[in-house]
């Protein structure tokens, strides 16, 4: 059973199943979230509050 | 130079020319600024603090905090689905050759020092502590913490990491003059995190890494089964344990070559006299 869990197989499953979770995340609209607090000076990061 | 020094060298290679490629808005250094343009849409394999000046993509743990804190969503597929995807075809090699962060301790930990620690009593122990971390300061606390409009603040970039006060606290600070008006205890908190983890890459091999990164954390949940993986081939390995004395991150390829702390540095397979150690 582990051998199936942990071969190269499962990669690629794992891969091909995170694109559509990723593809899921920008249908509904993410990647706008993202978007607005990337290219604003994100006070927390920074450690400014 | 030694075949171990090589390829150290040429991974700092590349672990740089990445580092340079991901933070290539270099008018951001000079005047304080940061990119602002639709690059930012997409996440970075590696820790890249997108308030970095000269940061052009989005740092994937921060992605995934601002998502889940945002008042309209409780989860972030998008930064989930890529950490799962990139963890899946390159486990910790991320960790390895594409970390800004991860260069920096790589760098650091070259400084002499009168005795570097390799490993010590609740060392195995410690390096749970990232996925405490992962689960609590990324994903609950940004879920649950929330105020009265439903958002959450990005818990771990706030209270924890250092790669954003490295990479973009000083230098916005240094240029910007009413961002150092605004200077007060919880920058001088992360200025001491900054300072602690900097003194500990000296001595240790990359503590943040072992310790406390919840990239990290993602991407050794996807190691074991990474398309890109180790493989020791048991008929030519002579047990001389060679691989498992150059680990830093103290892996014994032999018992497990796909090891979750393995950040593919390949020390291991330049150490193996017999090549018995390939990709």
């Known amino acids: ?49 | 130079m030694d075949n171990k020094n090589k390829n150290e060298w040429k991974r700092h290679r590349i672990q740089a020319l990445w580092a340079l490629l991901t933070n290539s808005y270099l008018v951001g250094f000079v005047q304080g600024k940061i990119y602002r343009g639709k690059l930012k849409n997409l996440c970075v394999p590696g820790l890249n603090c997108y308030s970095c000046p000269g940061a052009v993509g989005s740092c994937p743990i921060g992605a995934m905090q601002a998502v889940i804190g945002s008042w309209n969503f409780r989860f972030a597929f998008y930064a989930a689905g890529f950490l799962m995807f990139v963890g899946a075809l390159a486990g910790r090699f991320v960790c390895g050759w594409l970390c800004p962060f991860g260069l920096v301790q790589d760098l650091l930990h070259k400084i002499p020092f009168v005795k570097k620690i390799g490993t010590f009593k609740g060392d195995r122990l410690l390096r749970r502590l990232k996925y405490v971390i992962l689960f609590v300061f990324v994903i609950l606390l940004p879920m649950f913490l929330v105020d009265v409009l439903g958002q959450g603040l990005p818990y771990f970039c706030k209270y924890i990491c250092p790669a954003g006060t490295l990479e973009g606290g000083i230098l916005l600070v240094l240029f910007n003059k009413s961002m150092r008006s605004a200077l007060g205890w919880l920058y001088a908190w992360k200025s001491v995190l900054l300072i602690v983890t900097v003194t500990l890459s000296v001595m240790i091999y990359r503590p943040f890494c072992k310790y406390i990164c919840p990239l990290g954390a993602v991407y050794s949940v996807f190691n074991p089964i990474s398309v890109f993986r180790y493989r020791v081939d048991k008929e030519k390995c002579t047990g001389c344990s060679a691989c498992a004395k150059v680990c830093k991150m103290q892996v014994d390829p032999v018992k497990n070559a796909n090891h979750p702390e393995c950040v593919r540095c390949g020390a291991c397979k330049s150490a193996c006299p017999v090549k018995a150690i390939t990709s």
């Not at chain 1, 190269?8 to 249908?27: E, K, N, Q, Y």
């Not at chain 1, 609209?29 to 990337?38: C, F, I, P, R």
Request: charged share 15%; hydrophobic share 55%.
């Open chain 1, 1 to 49: 059973m582990s051998r199936i869990f942990c071969s190269p197989r499962a990669g690629i499953a794992a891969a091909v199943l995170g694109l559509l979770i990723m593809g899921f995340g920008i249908c509904r609209g993410e990647m706008t979230v993202v978007l607005e607090k990337a290219v604003n000076i994100c006070m927390e990061c920074v450690g400014i509050g």
